[in-house]
Every structure is written in C-alpha cells, then in structure tokens.
C-alpha cells in the first residue's frame, strides 16, 4: 500500500493528518472529518499478496457491528466506503477517534498496575461487556487484550474485527481469531461463548498487575500460575483464577455473576475430589492474605474484648469516674484521666487493632496497625536457620484444646493463636498458603 491516497480521501470528505499503524495489507490512519472537524480514525484493508477472503469477511463484520453499537465506550461508526487503485480495490471504514493510550503503552510507561486500579478497570470493562452479552443475539469480541483497550477519561474497547455473534448451534463459531496468551482453550477449537470473553479479559488484567505476558508465565494443567509475582489480595487473586479457568465448567458463566463476584467476594469452589482439594479460605473469614514476589503478608482482624480487657476496664472504671474509695477518699482528677484514657486505650486496641504478620525467606515482622498506623512489634531476621511450619490440630489433642500453628525459625516460634482467634479451617488454610509459598512441608501433630 505505497499509494497516496490523500486526493481520493479529500473526495470523501476527509483530510489525512497522519498514519498510526501499518501492517500487510493494512493501515490505520488519522483523519479531520471535514463536514463536523472532528478527528477520526480510517481503518484501510487493500489487496494485497497476503490477502485473504476471510480478511475482509471480518473487516465488513467490524463495520456491521459498529452500525448498531450506541455506547460511550465503544468507538463510534461513521462511515464504510470503496477505493479503486491501480493495485485494486482497498476497504475503508471511518469510526470516531479515540484520544488515550492503550493499556499496553500505560504499562511500558508507568510500570503495573495496581490491585485498585485493575478493579476500576475490570469494572469498567465489565459493563461493555455487558452491553455485548446482552444483545440479541450476544455479541462475543474474542480479541480483549491490552492493545484493545484505550483509556481516555473511561476505559475504551476497541477493534470489533473478530466479534462474533452467538446464534443457533449451541453458540459454536467456525473462524479461529484472537490472541495467544489471551484466547481461552475453547475458542482454539473454533467455539466461543460469553465467558470466553471474561477468560481474555482475565488473562489482560493479570498481565497489567504482573507486567508479564500470559505467555512468559507458568501453567499448570493449562492455568496461568501468576500468584507469586505481585502483591494482591487473596480474594483478588481468586477473582483472577476463576476469570481463567481453562474449563468453562469452572469459569463464571455470565458477566453479571463475575462483576457480583468482583463486588461482593465469595469463597471460590471446586468440582474436584476432597482427596485432591487444598485448603481454602473460610467463607466467614476475616483474614487478609496477600502474595508477593518478595514476602507473604497476612493481616489478622482485631481479637475484640475478651476477659482481659473487662477484667482491666472493671478495675480502672471506679478510678474514671471518681467514686470514693473507703480509707483513701475520691480519686485526683489527674488519676481519674489518666483511667479514662487507659480505659480508651484498651477499647480501642481490642476492637481496632489489626495484625499483619510479614515473611519473607530471610525475616519475619509482626507489626500491628492502628487508625492506619503502623509500629513494628517483633521482627527476627536469620540467615542460617530454617522455617518450620507446625500445625496442631484440635482433633489429635485432647477435647476442648484449641488448633495451634506455629511459625519456628530455630528457637524462635510465632503461635498465630498470639495475634487472633482462629478455627481449626482458617489455620489449616493459612498452614497450607504458608507452606507453598516457603515451600516447605507442614509438620503436623
């Protein structure tokens, strides 16, 4: 496509500002819309020795579908014409311009992403989705991927040239498109449903919080193994595993079920054995848990007033509110605030006072928070000495003993049981998380 097509676009009633990409047989060019002055994009697809029938059965679908498509997200059509040249004819479709960056050149610019960010974004991609899946028949795009995705003041989805409708014969499609590292496995056999959408989104969000290629990640029976390089919540990380499920049995089947999913988390399951099943989060807990490359974090909600505490606050009360004591007489106003404060003191410490538990191959912290501030209450860092992870289970001990986990570093142990109450299913969920992640076997009694 070496031609100047300046004179024949200036016929149609657009002047070209310049060329934004190029590939065999295409380009993409940036255009002034003469008649409303406004920037568009002209989408051009010529003859070409690569050229294929299939090239432009796509090419005229994208402008279809862009014809019935009203949504402020969506690049907006404009116009569909033909060229005649010299070398035959060439194909252009004219939508609105989008002026942002993708999320693929975010990434190279400013580095990943984060966990908030990404959920704004799925959020925000979620809706289209949805406006594509609710349409009758369904629409399926089949190509989500960074590149696709522009963000000006909203996330856009562009590049509607592999969408696909969801008509008769179970919702099978014939063409094979898409993207390697985000196409699901079942759209490699020509079939595509609506959560084959949610599988590429998935994997483009793992990409922004990684800022590594689905395909420069490990797998395990086909799923993307991404947990252990970047810090994100445990629920987040579930959300992204159950987006990518390489079975759709597995997946979320509708886009609806995976934005209640992202809003409200729910303790992800399996169709697997209890044999082959690991520990999972507790759907009632509390506990935080979240992996990074470099450390394992686990935060422990306050432990609330226990006896302790009552046991203190009954002692200090009197003092606080100035009753007479027989022999030594009312209280000074100075030992009356100093018990009103301790009484505060150890109101807001039980109910407020959260634990985060840091580890990492060479320390391990305990630091507590409080009003979003941090002190740092033990940490122990080694350099020859061996984690150990040993669980004692309520049901090996004697009846009415609590479950017990503790974390040994040589002679040094942690008992979790110091920092929270737990049940028997949490600590069996944290025992597991901590022994993959320092990939040391549980000892357990």
């Not at 070496?2 to 060329?19: M, V």
């Not at 193994?225 to 992204?240: G, I, K, P, V």
């Given at each position: 496509?070496?031609?100047?097509?300046?004179?024949?676009?200036?016929?149609?009633?657009?002047?070209?500002?310049?060329?934004?990409?190029?590939?065999?047989?295409?380009?993409?060019?940036?255009?002034?819309?003469?008649?409303?002055?406004?920037?568009?994009?002209?989408?051009?697809?010529?003859?070409?020795?690569?050229?294929?029938?299939?090239?432009?059965?796509?090419?005229?679908?994208e402008a279809q579908t862009l014809q019935t498509l009203e949504h402020p997200a969506i690049p907006?059509?404009?116009?569909?014409?033909?060229?005649?040249?010299?070398?035959?004819?060439?194909?252009?479709?004219?939508?609105?311009?989008?002026?942002?960056?993708?999320?693929?050149?975010?990434?190279?610019?400013?580095?990943?992403?984060?966990?908030?960010?990404?959920?704004?974004?799925?959020?925000?991609?979620?809706?289209?989705?949805?406006?594509?899946?609710?349409?009758?028949?369904?629409?399926?795009?089949?190509?989500?991927?960074?590149?696709?995705?522009?963000?000006?003041?909203?996330?856009?989805?562009?590049?509607?040239?592999?969408?696909?409708?969801?008509?008769?014969?179970?919702?099978?499609?014939?063409?094979?498109?898409?993207?390697?590292?985000?196409?699901?496995?079942?759209?490699?056999?020509?079939?595509?449903?609506?959560?084959?959408?949610?599988?590429?989104?998935?994997?483009?969000?793992?990409?922004?919080?990684?800022?590594?290629?689905?395909?420069?990640?490990?797998?395990?029976?086909?799923?993307?193994?991404?947990?252990?390089?970047?810090?994100?919540?445990?629920?987040?990380?579930?959300?992204?595993?159950?987006?990518?499920?390489?079975?759709?049995?597995?997946?979320?089947?509708?886009?609806?079920?995976?934005?209640?999913?992202?809003?409200?988390?729910?303790?992800?399951?399996?169709?697997?054995?209890?044999?082959?099943?690991?520990?999972?989060?507790?759907?009632?807990?509390?506990?935080?848990?979240?992996?990074?490359?470099?450390?394992?974090?686990?935060?422990?909600?306050?432990?609330?007033?226990?006896?302790?505490?009552?046991?203190?606050?009954?002692?200090?009360?009197?003092?606080?509110?100035?009753?007479?004591?027989?022999?030594?007489?009312?209280?000074?106003?100075?030992?009356?605030?100093?018990?009103?404060?301790?009484?505060?003191?150890?109101?807001?410490?039980?109910?407020?006072?959260?634990?985060?538990?840091?580890?990492?191959?060479?320390?391990?912290?305990?630091?507590?928070?409080?009003?979003?501030?941090?002190?740092?209450?033990?940490?122990?860092?080694?350099?020859?000495?061996?984690?150990?992870?040993?669980?004692?289970?309520?049901?090996?001990?004697?009846?009415?003993?609590?479950?017990?986990?503790?974390?040994?570093?040589?002679?040094?142990?942690?008992?979790?049981?110091?920092?929270?109450?737990?049940?028997?299913?949490?600590?069996?969920?944290?025992?597991?998380?901590?022994?993959?992640?320092?990939?040391?076997?549980?000892?357990?009694?």
């Open positions: 496509m070496k031609i100047d097509f300046s004179q024949e676009f200036l016929k149609k009633g657009y002047e070209i500002e310049k060329q934004l990409a190029r590939k065999a047989g295409r380009r993409t060019l940036l255009a002034k819309d003469l008649q409303s002055q406004e920037l568009v994009v002209i989408k051009l697809l010529a003859f070409s020795n690569d050229f294929s029938w299939e090239d432009l059965k796509l090419f005229e679908r907006r059509y404009i116009d569909y014409f033909e060229l005649d040249t010299k070398t035959g004819k060439t194909y252009a479709l004219v939508q609105s311009y989008i002026e942002g960056k993708s999320l693929e050149e975010i990434l190279e610019e400013k580095g990943k992403f984060t966990e908030s960010e990404i959920k704004n974004i799925a959020k925000s991609l979620l809706e289209i989705l949805i406006y594509l899946h609710r349409r009758q028949p369904p629409l399926i795009h089949r190509d989500i991927k960074p590149s696709n995705i522009i963000v000006a003041e909203r996330p856009y989805l562009v590049d509607f040239g592999s969408v696909q409708t969801l008509a008769s014969k179970g919702g099978q499609t014939i063409t094979v498109v898409g993207t390697y590292g985000y196409m699901p496995p079942e759209q490699f056999g020509g079939r595509c449903v609506e959560a084959s959408d949610l599988y590429s989104l998935g994997a483009t969000l793992i990409f922004l919080i990684t800022g590594l290629h689905p395909t420069e990640l490990p797998q395990k029976d086909l799923q993307i193994q991404f947990r252990q390089t970047a810090n994100f919540s445990e629920e987040f990380a579930d959300w992204l595993e159950w987006m990518t499920e390489p079975s759709l049995s597995q997946r979320y089947k509708s886009t609806q079920e995976a934005i209640k999913a992202l809003e409200n988390p729910v303790l992800r399951t399996r169709d697997i054995t209890l044999s082959q099943q690991k520990p999972k989060k507790p759907l009632l807990s509390e506990i935080k848990l979240y992996k990074g490359i470099d450390d394992l974090e686990i935060v422990i909600p306050p432990k609330g007033i226990g006896v302790p505490h009552i046991a203190l606050i009954s002692f200090l009360a009197p003092l606080g509110i100035g009753w007479y004591f027989s022999g030594f007489g009312s209280p000074s106003i100075l030992i009356q605030i100093i018990s009103i404060l301790f009484i505060l003191c150890t109101a807001c410490f039980a109910l407020f006072k959260r634990t985060k538990l840091k580890i990492n191959r060479n320390r391990i912290s305990v630091v507590y928070e409080l009003f979003g501030f941090d002190w740092q209450f033990y940490s122990h860092k080694f350099k020859n000495d061996k984690y150990k992870v040993e669980f004692l289970y309520s049901n090996l001990v004697e009846v009415g003993a609590k479950p017990e986990l503790f974390i040994s570093i040589g002679s040094k142990d942690i008992n979790l049981h110091k920092y929270g109450d737990f049940n028997s299913e949490e600590l069996g969920w944290l025992a597991q998380e901590i022994s993959d992640y320092l990939e040391i076997p549980i000892k357990r009694f």
